[in-house]
């Protein structure tokens, strides 16, 4: 647990500060190359009902579920190289790491993701978003429902997230009202999706990239005391 803050600053980090359409791109591309379509579209198949069924996105372990149907395809030892080994620092938005620092003048920058325990941490570190927060990062299974413990984790007078989803942003600011400021960067698949733009209320800021986001503490977005 932090000292208390004056504001705190939580990023998302897929499609907020990396662009993880580019990377799931690269993926299919690899696979589709090393294993054929067929079994490329099968692996996507279980990915899409592991996240389902886990509620965010576990690459790992839908490979682990894929190996059950192809046990003797040593092959796959590679594909889980690739994801292990994937330069994400070169994945990162334009901006993303001046904004980290930007902001981090005026309060504190924590990384707030979902994700697995062993390929979303590494991304986070291998980009070089870890070190940008000096190792201030929480992965959560849902992590709009677990409001209490990041606020008993980084206690602070005013709250700003920025995150892709409307829905992530719409479902924290629920909770915590005024206290939150939500930022809405249209980035990926998901905030361009019409149906969930129309499906949530509008964020207090949208912008449309994460760079945008450097200029709003001199316009007064952000809660002073």
């Known amino acids: 647990m932090t000292a208390g803050n004056e504001i705190v600053f939580l990023f998302d980090c897929d499609n907020t500060l990396l662009n993880?359409?580019?990377v799931q791109d690269d993926l299919r591309a690899h696979l589709e190359r090393a294993f054929g379509a067929s079994n490329c579209?099968?692996?996507w198949e279980i990915f899409e009902l592991l996240r389902t069924e886990l509620g965010y996105a576990d690459y790992l372990g839908a490979l682990q579920r894929y190996r059950m149907d192809a046990t003797?395809?040593?092959r796959l030892?590679?594909?889980s190289e690739f994801l292990l080994d994937y330069p994400f620092a070169e994945c990162l938005y334009p901006g993303a790491l001046d904004v980290i620092e930007h902001v981090s003048k005026w309060g504190q920058a924590v990384i707030l993701s979902d994700g697995d325990v062993v390929l979303q941490p590494r991304k986070i570190q291998r980009s070089g978003l870890w070190q940008a927060v000096d190792g201030e990062v929480l992965i959560y299974v849902h992590?709009?429902?677990m409001l209490d413990d990041i606020q008993q984790r980084y206690p602070a007078r005013h709250y700003v997230m920025v995150d892709d989803k409307l829905r992530i942003l719409a479902a924290m600011k629920n909770v915590m009202g005024q206290r939150l400021t939500t930022v809405?960067?249209?980035q990926g698949h998901y905030a361009l999706d019409r149906d969930s733009i129309a499906a949530y209320p509008a964020a207090d800021l949208t912008i449309e990239r994460i760079a945008d986001l450097i200029q709003y503490r001199q316009l007064g977005l952000f809660y002073a005391g």
Do not use: A, G, I, V
Request: no cysteine.
């Open 184 to 186: 809405f960067p249209r």
């Open 20 to 22: 993880n359409d580019r």
């Open 143 to 145: 992590k709009e429902k």
């Open 41 to 43: 579209n099968r692996y």
């Open 72 to 74: 003797s395809d040593h």
């Open 77 to 79: 030892l590679l594909m």
